[in-house]
């Protein structure tokens, strides 16, 4: 089914395989005064296509449908030109960075120099949990790799202290889930049991669990999560699984985030109290942007169903149409939609969002939001 495929190519874009990219060679050229201590302030980010500023675009043998914000409309917003990110323009890291005075991050597999004491972003769009989610794309334990990397050129090039000091005052901004649990259910849909859907959210917070264990390991101390989303109630969901007009989302995508947010606050809660140090903050984002889907006049957007972006119900799929190999809508002001595409939203919605990540009251972002975390 053609609307299916779509959501597997706008939220799971299957590429291929990537061992050549494990590597570690960036360019590093930092070197801190002699002069006076030098005091850090670092973001590094990990995810998926909800961040990821373009890393996608630097795999090998990439193309329009592997990797649709290559082209246009995306980035026609603030950018002016697509640059890889799944948006019309900025997305949540860049947003994060300037509210905390930092350069907006760059892809980490951009082929040139990097100065990784403002930090990295390694997203990946279509990257999951597990390995097995979407070959090709940097999933969440080569994203780590990377992360070991940059650990190692810091520390060379700053010295072991001062690297050390840099990764523990850094904030790990995290958004990765979603995709796993598309995966599983374009498997199974409805036929899951409660048991299996229980088994795999397991599955996924355990290797998350291992994943945050090694940041930690490495010498990070602040993590930021954003929480599962309201999968259920994408564009290209609803169009992926014929869900009519007014009739809600796809509720076992829903239940799936439900459960993965609920295990993923308990693990950060224990974490905290087994890891000296260990710090956390929890963004309801299934909350926040579903109620922005739900009542979008209340934020100042005139629809929260229909994506801008896009062919077919909800407009949920083919943004751009394969570089204009097929035909496709584009609203004229993607500020008054919540979805610019059928997985991702706009600039519009993305700036509320990272508001909220930054500063949030405590029924959004808790026990702290990041500006506290970078305070503390």
Known sequence: MASLSYLVYVLVSLLNPISYLLHGHHQFNYKPSDDHEVEYKALFVFGDSLFDPGNNQYLPNITFEDDPSITWP???TFFHHPNGRLCDGRIVPDFIAKFANLPMLPPYLQPSPKIFTDGANFASAG???LVETAPGTINLPLQLSYFKSVTELLQEQLGEEEAKSLLASAVYLISMGGNDYFT???????????SLQQEYVAIVIGNLTGVLQGIYDLGGRKIAFQNAGPLGCLPSAKQSYDIKFGSGCVEGLQSLARQHN??????????ESQLPGFKYSIFEYYDALGDRVLNPTKYGFKDGTDACCGTGPYRGSYCGGLNGTISYELCSNPGESV????GHTTESANLQLAKL???GALNVTWPYNVQQLFEA
């Open 74 to 76: 995306y980035g026609e």
């Open 127 to 129: 990257a999951g949990v």
């Open 184 to 194: 599983f259910y374009a498997d199974y849909q409805e036929n899951a049991t409660e």
């Open 262 to 271: 609920k295990a993923l606050a308990g693990v950060l809660k224990d974490l």
């Open 339 to 342: 979805w610019f595409d059928g």
């Open 357 to 359: 990540i930054w500063s």
